[in-house]
C-alpha cells in the first residue's frame, strides 16, 4: 500500500536512499510526489517521481527493502501508482534502470518497454548504461 511522504519519513528515505538529503527529500514532500510502500503497516519501500513537461510521471526511484524483495510488493506499489496517474489523465509513466540491475525485468513483466538510454561514460557519474523505459495507461 502507498502513503504519501510525511515529515517523519525522512529518516526512513535516507536508509533507503543514502544520497538524499533534506532539502531534495522536502522537494518530493511539497510537492506530493513520494510514497512509503506499506506491508501490515510496516513501512518496506519507497517510491519517489516527478513530473517530466507537466505531463510525464518519471519514477525516479522504487525501493523495496532487501529483506521484503520477492513479495510483489514492487509489483503492488507499481500497479497502484500507475492507477492513481490514470485517475489523474496520465497517458504514459516513464522510469530508468541501470542495465545491470534486475528491476528491468519486473517492469518488462508489468508492460514496460525500452525507449532509450544514457550513457554517462567520462564524467564524475561514470555508471552502465541508464535504460529509459515508458508504459502507455491507455488501453
Known amino acids: 500500500?502507498?502513503?504519501?511522504?510525511?515529515?517523519?519519513?525522512?529518516?526512513?528515505?535516507?536508509?533507503?536512499?543514502?544520497?538524499?538529503?533534506?532539502?531534495?527529500?522536502?522537494?518530493?514532500?511539497?510537492?506530493?510526489?513520494g510514497f512509503c510502500i506499506y506491508k501490515?503497516?510496516?513501512k518496506v519501500g519507497i517510491l519517489l517521481y516527478s513530473i517530466l513537461w507537466e505531463k510525464f510521471p518519471f519514477i525516479q526511484h522504487l525501493?523495496?527493502?532487501e529483506k521484503?524483495?520477492?513479495?510483489?510488493?514492487?509489483?503492488?506499489?507499481l500497479?497502484?501508482?500507475e492507477n492513481l496517474m490514470n485517475s489523474k489523465n496520465y497517458k504514459i509513466i516513464l522510469l530508468s534502470t541501470q542495465i545491470d540491475e534486475k528491476a528491468q525485468f519486473l517492469y518488462r513483466k508489468l508492460g514496460?518497454?525500452?525507449?532509450?538510454?544514457?550513457?554517462?561514460e567520462n564524467t564524475p557519474f561514470d555508471q552502465p548504461l541508464e535504460l529509459?523505459?515508458?508504459?502507455?495507461?491507455i488501453k
Do not use: H, P
Open 63 to 65: 525501493i523495496i527493502k
Open 112 to 120: 514496460y518497454i525500452d525507449c532509450g538510454g544514457l550513457v554517462l
Open 1 to 33: 500500500m502507498l502513503k504519501e511522504l510525511t515529515n517523519e519519513d525522512f529518516k526512513f528515505v535516507k536508509e533507503l536512499l543514502l544520497r538524499i538529503n533534506e532539502e531534495q527529500f522536502n522537494i518530493f514532500l511539497s510537492s506530493k510526489t
Open 40 to 42: 501490515d503497516n510496516i
Open 79 to 81: 500497479i497502484q501508482f
Open 132 to 137: 529509459f523505459m515508458k508504459k502507455n495507461l
Open 68 to 77: 521484503y524483495r520477492n513479495q510483489k510488493l514492487g509489483t503492488n506499489a
